[in-house]
């Protein structure tokens, strides 16, 4: 049930784009993802919908392919701030409110 | 607007010691969630909770690990007697109580048992 996040770390140089992907094996009802820094909360950076939208936060952007019950995060022209561990949790059905997280994907953005 | 409150931050107790975290969620939320992260892990759900009722607790091991949420608001986590393998951060989190809403997260409780 967990879902699988890929690549499990990446390094980047700034202003490098990179995608992080999740996929799972059940029907999903919304996707969030999260990025935690070290010692810190997992801080939230959006939910998808099944309905295949998607969204996008500055240079942050989501897609949700209800189809194949995957998710990608897109990181554009990345910061150095965009480095910590990204992770998503995934909604089986609605009406659980339950979310399960997969492994994260550790970025790196070096100078 | 006021996060989700936890406490303590930290905490180091010995193997077959008692501990209790403490969480208060964000005013207004009906689902409050305990999450257990070990380290180099995602978080996993240990308990769910909607207003005061337990809505999932698949994932808590019951013979040391239990939890309380009076009143519909603060909640508590205890583990009695702890495990080495209980060394994690405990994270509460609280969202409105509907699919697809937003789940904030609190800072976290680190537990370290030696």
């Known amino acids: 049930q967990q879902p699988v996040q890929s690549p499990q770390a990446v390094i980047l140089r700034e202003g490098e784009d990179a995608v992080i992907n999740c996929s799972s094996s059940?029907?999903?009802?919304?996707v969030h993802w999260y990025r935690q820094k070290h010692g810190e909360a997992p801080v939230f950076l959006m939910i998808l919908l099944k309905g295949g939208e998607q969204k996008g936060h500055e240079k942050i952007s989501a897609s949700f392919n209800e189809k194949k019950q995957q998710s990608s995060l897109y990181l554009t022209a990345s910061q150095l701030s965009y480095s910590g561990t990204y992770f998503c949790?995934?909604?089986?059905?609605?009406?659980?409110?339950?979310?399960?997280f997969g492994k994260g994907t550790k970025l790196t953005v070096n100078p | 607007e006021a996060g989700v409150a936890q406490s303590p931050r930290y905490k180091i107790i010995e193997k077959r010691q008692s501990v209790a975290f403490w969480c208060n969620p964000i005013?207004?939320?009906?689902?409050l969630y305990w999450y257990q992260q070990i380290l180099g892990q995602g978080p996993k759900l240990l308990i769910q909770f909607q207003n005061n009722g337990v809505v999932d607790d698949s994932q808590l091991p019951k013979d040391r690990f239990s939890a309380e949420r009076l009143k519909g608001v603060d909640s508590t986590l205890k583990i009695q007697p702890a495990k080495l393998e209980d060394s994690a951060v405990y994270l509460c989190?609280?969202?409105?109580?509907?699919?697809?809403?937003?789940?904030?997260f609190g800072e976290g409780s680190w537990l370290t048992v030696v």
């Open positions: 005013s207004g939320h009906a689902t």
């Open positions: 949790g995934t909604e089986i059905g609605g009406g659980s409110e339950k979310l399960v």
């Open positions: 059940k029907a999903l009802y919304s």
């Open positions: 989190a609280s969202s409105l109580g509907y699919s697809g809403n937003t789940i904030y």
